[in-house]
């Protein structure tokens, strides 16, 4: 199948006034898909079916977030560790940097200094 969406187009956009009408304030964009092999255009409206409340976790620490870790001096083995996982040493201010999804996966969270990251 050889589908592909050429055009979407946003509800309140022209083109879209008989869909708010059906639809109402639900309608959040209409979509054109055309399949060249059977020479057929689809056109498909996306709806908002539920909206709930919702509080983000703001503890909650990104998974990419770059992390830093404290490691001592002669823990060379911890080192490699982080090194091996795409860690980076920061020479001037002396602690490893690593995302934090990697960080968890080393299991190295008591690590993290002061629970700080950049």
């Given amino acids: 199948m050889n ?9 309140g956009e022209k083109g879209t006034k008989h869909l ?3 639809y109402g304030d639900k309608l959040v964009c209409v979509r054109y898909i055309y399949d060249p092999e059977n020479n057929k255009r689809t056109k498909t409206v996306e709806l908002i079916e539920q909206i709930d409340d919702w509080h983000p976790d703001s503890n909650k620490i990104p998974w990419n977030k770059i992390t830093h870790l404290k490691v001592d ?3 060379t083995h911890v080192g490699k560790l982080i090194r091996s996982a795409g860690g980076k040493w ?10 934090y999804r990697e960080v968890i996966s080393l299991g190295l969270e008591d690590r993290i200094i002061n629970g700080k990251s950049n």
Wanted: glycine share 4%; proline share 4%.
């Fill in 3 to 11: 589908r592909r969406t050429i055009r979407k187009i946003d509800a």
């Fill in 20 to 22: 708010i009408k059906k």
């Fill in 73 to 75: 001096y002669g823990e």
């Fill in 90 to 99: 920061n020479k001037a201010k002396k602690y490893w940097e690593l995302p």
